[in-house]
């Protein structure tokens, strides 16, 4: 979805709105867009994962598993330098 034109301090420009958040009374489940149809000329608005269903929530809750993992490996390894550490003083 092309909006503008937009007038700033640098003069007129033309925005491409790739996704919209916090639009579920405008948009429904749809708030990406993508290019679709013949030579990408169409917009075709698509599902946050970039499917017509659900969310991300699976994507999301792998990542978060991740982070906290390496963040309690990273703690782990941290107090046992600093347990060595405290050791040689």
């Given at each position: 979805h092309v909006?503008?034109?937009i007038e700033t301090d640098y003069g007129y420009h033309l925005l491409i709105v790739e996704?919209?958040?916090n639009c579920a009374q405008l948009d429904g489940v749809y708030s990406k867009i993508v290019r679709?149809?013949?030579n990408g000329a169409k917009a075709v608005y698509v599902g946050p994962s970039g499917n017509e269903e659900g969310?991300?929530?699976s994507r999301i809750a792998v990542q978060q598993l991740a982070l906290w993992t390496g963040i309690f490996v990273a703690?782990?390894?941290l107090a046992e330098l600093a347990?060595?550490?405290a050791d040689v003083i």
């Open positions: 909006a503008g034109p996704e919209r958040t679709g149809g013949d969310s991300d929530f703690g782990g390894i347990a060595k550490a």
